[in-house]
């Protein structure tokens, strides 16, 4: 007996719902990526849109924080320069000047001989409207103040804050230079002055008097290491609350 062949007409129909089903998932697919491929795209046509403006703002960044280092750098330098001042009395920091106890104690100080200035320039303008004299030439203010005389020296008596070791000629290894005024019957507020020059030196430091006193010695110093040999002048000025204002000729010294 022969066996029976199945008839191809009942399995048409299947294997076309099959090719179907293929065709129909290969075009869902085909879909999905194609959309996820325009996604990327936008995506990626954005960021090169920003780049641009991110490149602007980073150059921008970079400049500011450039800036900020520099002037970081500048401030750790003023920083580090002022610790140094204060911790060694370095160039300029006018002492603490303090009245002495005894009111007669001036009385004893004697006037040193005139001092030698041929070796040094001195003899700048006296500016308008300001009181000016030599070193041994009593200064007054209407209001009474009188700088009785200003010298230079190489020390200060730490106990009353007046010269020690007077002169105008100096060495290299000396320690300082001390500008020192007698200052009476001055008062609170008053600004001392001292104005180093010469050798291409320019520099101003002041004290600020918080109460009136009968007498002081007043003074500053410059540090020896940070001058060259040569010829300088200092000269030291006071400025009353009400404006009003005396000053010394400059006072001419030497360093070898």
Known sequence: MQPKIP????????ILVLLLSACSGSS????????????????????????????????????QIATLQADLNQAREQVTRLTVQMNTGAVGVPPVAAP???PNSFATINTPAPLDFSSAAVGAPTPIGVAAASANTPLRT??????????TARGMNNADGCPVDETNA?????????????VRNYKRGTTFSAQWQGNNLEESYQWTANQSGAQICVHFYYEISSLTPGNYTVTFSAQESNG???????LAFIVR
């Open 142 to 151: 209407s209001s009474g103040m009188i700088i009785e005389r200003v010298v």
């Open 170 to 182: 100096f060495s290299t290894s000396d320690s300082r230079v001390w500008v020192i005024a007698v």
């Open 7 to 14: 008839q191809m007409k009942f399995l048409a129909p299947i």
């Open 100 to 102: 002495t106890t005894d």
């Open 28 to 63: 869902e697919a085909t879909r999905i990526v194609e959309a996820d491929n325009i996604s990327l795209r936008a995506t990626l046509s954005y960021y090169q849109a920003l780049d641009p403006t991110m490149t602007a703002q980073a150059n921008i960044w970079t400049s």
């Open 244 to 250: 009003e204002r005396v000053q010394s000729l400059p």
